[in-house]
């Protein structure tokens, strides 16, 4: 469950895996070939580029309150997409983010690293899952109701939408 080995809509191999902190040395590789739009999208802000400080702290989390998928691509061992799950501190909700490498997109990598991620959560025994997404993001939030997420506007940011997903409404054999 923690490991998957799956084929993308081109036939790509890919075995996503958690996340350790020796795949810092994978991220430069794969941080240059994520836009500076789609780093803005995941990030909620401009950025040129990511830091050796963050990518620090993205690496080093607390397996006990967070978890973290990397996908690597089965032939060459390069990074293609990370999702990420951070508890809060009520231990029932949790906060995800997803962030892909931009010629990936569109190939069904980010359906099944979200539904990867869900089925940890379940797992794991958490209620709800939620995220913000920006209102111009209309992928990811096709695909979060795809997905089952109810999505609302977030009452604190303007041009933000949230979205949950009461993990008690997902089948388990939604997650195979
Ligand atoms: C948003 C993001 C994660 C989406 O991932 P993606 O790999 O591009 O999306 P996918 O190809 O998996 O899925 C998108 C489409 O396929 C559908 N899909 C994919 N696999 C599917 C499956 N097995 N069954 C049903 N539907 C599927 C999705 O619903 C959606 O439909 P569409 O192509 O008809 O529009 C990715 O584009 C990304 O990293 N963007 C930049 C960062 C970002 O926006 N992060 C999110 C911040 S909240």
Redesign the pocket.
Known sequence: MRERHVTL?DGEKVFIRPLTAADAALYPDFLAEVTAN?LR??FFAPMRQVSPDLIDKLIHYDPDKAMAFIAVAEATGRML?VVRLHDDTDGKTAEF????R?R???????????KHMIANAKDKGLEIIR????TE?T??L??CQ?LGFHVSDDPLERGVKVVALPLAEVPAEAMA
């Open positions: 809509l789609d999208l995941r997409g983010a997803i962030l892909l931009t990936l997109k569109g190939h069904g990598l980010g359906w099944l690293m979200m995220g913000q997404v920006l993001n992928t990811m096709q695909m795809e």
